[in-house]
């Protein structure tokens, strides 16, 4: 069956800004802003992705601490008879097998990365590729391969024989535990990819990033404040974007609020965190006597563009990457539900750590508690709809996910406020509704009931 048959009850209607509808001069909730580093920020997330910064580090701290080895070998004479490899050769010969050894290693590990990589995008979904890329394990393994051929090379090339014989033996002992720590790595590492390969593993690293961001970016109801909004105005200004187009990763609001009070006016942005948007985007609205003076470059600067969407202000990431496994797991193609079931379980998990928070009203004041600026923030309806329309579409013939989505419906309901109770009944309805028509068996015969592992 298609799947446009499957749905026949018009969707509910999602408003696009989802903060808290107040008229001027009303007591609303809002947050006082706190001070983002965008700099900051924006190294943190290059370090983190990049596959070079970790292992320089470990690649400096090699040449330094095997030089002053050697340093201290030339002043202090240090009997090393008990070491395997206490004669020139012998020590000349190990660290050549190293050196070239490590090289060998390293190969075995980029191409093994490579392959996860691959795996990861082409099997469960592209957005998992940044689990791998953000691995601190790879990039620490890497790190340990490279810093002993540095100290493999540094003591080779200080290995002499003849007359003047030179046997750095805190050298040679230095190589032994950096020998010791590579096996050790590559053990951690083989294991370490095998994990993330396996995808219930993928998921629970995905959930557990969702958990942190939801707890960081989405307040609790103490963090709010009872603020006055501004006066609106009629003639407010529309401020596009002009600059070179990306995601939006992330806005320091307190510079906003900064720069909306410099200039008396308050601001509404109309595009969410974790939107592309590019030249000529609607990007915010100034209303105030001096909106015409706050320019779109003043509002730029107060923002993060990238190349993808992070984690930083946007924890429906987390969800949308679990979808993605989710409905490709549910495609004719590859036709697992079973992993679908184990999406859902995760997802549940996030939006029950969600629905613990009050909606976030995008709301942010200045230090006379008054509203200067205004952002569509996700609340909860936007996350329901996020986890689980998409998969009850692409899974609503399949008995397994109908069950297991009920039973999430129904922890939900036992949990949420009334409003939000009314949101999970909506989705209930709608999931029995799309099911009867593609397996009405299942409804004659009684099997649409909660079951959290689906068929078991």
């Not at 993605?324 to 184990?342: C, H, M, Y």
């Not at 013939?397 to 409003?419: H, K, T």
Request: glycine share 8%; aromatic share 8%; charged share 15%.
């Amino acid at each position: 069956m298609k799947a446009g048959a499957m749905t026949t009850v018009e969707p509910p209607e999602i408003p696009f800004v989802t903060q808290e509808s107040a008229q001027p001069g009303e007591i609303v909730r809002a947050l006082r802003p706190t001070a983002l580093s965008l700099r900051w920020l924006a190294f943190r997330e290059r370090i983190l992705l990049s596959a070079w910064c970790i292992p320089s580090l470990f690649i400096v701290g090699a040449f330094v601490v095997s030089g002053a080895t050697l340093i201290i070998d030339s002043r202090v004479s240090i009997r090393g008879g008990w070491l395997p490899g206490a004669t020139p050769a012998t020590a000349q010969s190990l660290a050549s097998t190293i050196a070239t050894g490590m090289l060998t290693f390293t190969a075995v590990l980029f191409s093994s990365t490579i392959v996860a990589i691959q795996l990861a995008g082409g099997q469960y979904s592209p957005r998992a590729v940044r689990v791998f890329a953000r691995s601190a394990l790879t990039h620490i393994t890497l790190g340990i391969f490279l810093a002993t051929f540095v100290v493999a090379l540094n003591t080779l090339v200080q290995i002499r024989e003849g007359v003047d014989v030179n046997l750095p033996t805190l050298a040679i002992i230095l190589l032994y535990v950096m020998v010791v720590a590579t096996l050790i790595a590559f053990v951690m590492f083989c294991q370490g990819i095998i994990r993330l390969l396996r995808v219930q593993y993928l998921m629970f690293e995905m959930s557990n990033q969702g958990r942190e961001a939801i707890a960081q970016f989405v307040p609790e109801a103490r963090a709010y404040v009872d603020a006055t909004r501004l006066p609106a105005r009629d003639d407010a200004q529309l401020v596009r974007f002009d600059g070179d187009p990306g995601v939006l990763q992330a806005i320091d609001m307190a510079g906003v609020v900064a720069r909306a009070v410099a200039h008396d006016v308050g601001i509404e942005f109309v595009v969410y965190v974790g939107e592309h948007i590019g030249p000529g985007t609607p990007f915010a609205r100034v209303y105030g006597a001096h909106a015409d003076q706050l320019s779109a470059q003043e509002l730029i600067a107060c923002c993060l563009l990238g190349g993808e969407r992070t984690l930083v202000q946007d924890p429906g990431l987390s969800i949308r990457q679990l979808v993605d496994i989710a409905i490709r797991a549910l495609s004719p193609a590859i036709n697992d539900p079973t992993t679908g079931v184990q999406a859902i379980d995760h997802i549940s998990d996030l939006l029950a750590l969600f629905a613990t928070r009050p909606d976030p009203s995008g709301y942010y004041v200045d230090a006379n508690d008054v509203v200067r600026v205004t952002l569509p923030e996700p609340d909860f309806l936007r996350m329901m709809t996020l986890g689980y329309t998409e998969i009850a579409l692409f899974g609503a013939n399949s008995p397994q996910i109908p069950r297991r989505l009920l039973a999430a419906y129904e922890r939900l309901e036992g949990i949420v406020d009334p409003p939000r109770r009314a949101v999970v009944q909506e989705m209930r309805r709608r999931l029995l509704v799309d099911v009867q028509a593609a397996l009405p068996k299942l409804h004659e015969d009684g099997l649409i009931t909660p079951n959290r592992l689906g068929f078991g």
